[in-house]
């Protein structure tokens, strides 16, 4: 959908602006969702069926931001850190207890155990694109920029230059309109306030402390 809208917009430029490959077209779409997927990381779930002593498993994405739950065979894994798994002596022995997230795979700590379930809470980057119908997990007021991004790119490989700063200027004001947009408000009642009583500033009282307790030198 995206591919085909670029297409539009480079037509719109003259009859000579729409050759272009897929590829080129899909690759600037692709670099603009990427440059713009930490803003907008995606939910999402994983359910895995354990085979025997396997411990590493693959999650099919090519980014993982965060871990957020795992449940094994019915029962909460805690996650542990990779410096602290690195230094386990032995990784696959005793009851499976953690997890740990190397890269993309997804690695249980302990003894694993055939056909037992796994279920995945993740957050994750946006998936690339792979063909011209393809529609991207970013929200539609991202399309403009992405656009704009991909024009940049056509225009800069035939080298018009005038253009691709063209665009590539109306990007960097998308993204911007992007990112404040797409940073979550905070809502009202957790916002800090002002508040309308104060303590009074305190005063030091300017007094001599005497160390003769006998001034008069009377008995």
């Known amino acids: 959908m995206l591919l085909r809208r670029v297409r539009e917009e480079l037509r719109a430029e003259g009859p000579d ?21 930490e803003v907008f990381p995606v939910q999402d779930t994983v359910e895995l069926i ?17 871990i957020v739950k795992v449940v094994y065979d019915g029962t909460i894994l805690r996650g542990m ?12 022995v005793g009851p499976v207890n953690h997890w740990v997230l190397w890269g993309t795979a997804f690695i249980l700590v302990g003894k694993v155990e055939a056909d037992k379930p796994i279920n995945l809470w993740v957050t994750r980057a946006p998936n690339k694109l792979e063909g011209k119908d393809d529609i991207p997990e970013l929200p539609s007021y991202a399309d403009e920029a992405i656009i ?11 080298r018009n230059f005038d253009r691709a700063d063209y665009y590539y200027r109306i990007y960097v004001i ?12 905070r809502q009202k009642e957790f916002q800090p306030q002002m508040n309308d009583s104060y303590w009074k500033p305190v005063r030091h009282n300017r007094s001599t402390v005497r160390t003769d307790t006998n001034p008069g030198g009377t008995v």
């Open 17 to 37: 602006e729409a050759g272009y490959s897929d590829f080129i077209v899909l690759n600037a779409i692709n670099f603009a969702i990427s440059d713009l997927s």
């Open 174 to 185: 998308q993204k911007s309109n992007i990112l404040r947009r797409g940073v979550p408000q």
């Open 148 to 158: 704009a991004y991909a024009l940049s790119v056509c225009y800069r490989e035939s």
């Open 81 to 92: 850190q990779l410096p602290n798994y690195l230094n386990l002596t032995v990784k696959d």
């Open 50 to 66: 354990t085979e025997a002593d396997t411990n590493k498993y693959e999650l099919g994405f090519e980014t993982v931001y965060d």
